[in-house]
């Protein structure tokens, strides 16, 4: 996979590459979509964001949404973005107490709905909308399940979140509202 991965010609033409062949294969049964959902992000975990630019992450994607109409283009985006969070090391700066990597993170994600919807968001949306997909997941076993995440999981994504901004501003302060659900 890594070799399909590398060669920019089969990125580009992300249709007709092996990689969208073996999308097709993990999604293609007659399984529920929930199983189909968890088929996919299983297969995403494998996929680091940094090496895919966003045009590349958005045809995958798009092709996960094909085989899942249950769910929407925003939930899908976010979960992808919450679990790759949850594979680097919360590491702050000790003056902006800002995590630069799930910041980097952040930008891809915004820049990936953006991509998807065709507009632009401001970040009260995104925030809200990456809120709204935890809670969820806080309270409905069912997603957490097919997710497979864990509720120490979710606190840490939500830190993940938090601390993708810099202390004090306007966005991490509507994020620290959330702590006590979080059990922050």
């Not at 680097?88 to 820049?111: C, G, I, M």
């Not at 709905?113 to 076993?141: A, G, Y």
Request: net charge neutral; charged share 20%.
């Amino acid at each position: 996979m890594t070799c399909v991965l590398k060669n920019r010609i089969l990125l580009n033409e992300y249709r007709s590459s092996p990689l969208s062949k073996v999308i097709d294969y993990y999604l293609s049964s007659e399984c529920e979509q929930s199983l189909k959902l968890k088929n996919a992000l299983i297969f995403l975990r494998y996929f680091n964001l940094y090496k895919f630019s966003i045009d590349v992450l958005s045809s995958i994607i798009n092709h996960i949404l094909e085989y899942t109409p249950y769910y929407d283009g925003y939930y899908i985006i976010s979960i992808h973005m919450l679990i790759s969070g949850l594979r680097f090391d919360l590491s702050l700066n000790p003056t902006t107490q800002l995590s630069s990597v799930h910041r980097n993170l952040w930008e891809k994600y915004k820049a990936l709905i953006e991509l998807n919807s065709e507009t632009t968001f401001t970040d009260d949306f995104l925030i809200s909308t990456v809120l709204s997909v935890l809670l969820r997941l806080k309270s409905n076993t069912i997603d957490r399940d097919v997710i497979l995440i864990s509720e120490d999981n979710i606190k840490q994504a939500y830190l993940n979140i938090l601390y993708s901004f810099p202390l004090n501003t306007r966005e991490y302060e509507k994020i620290k509202i959330f702590k006590a659900i979080f059990y922050y």
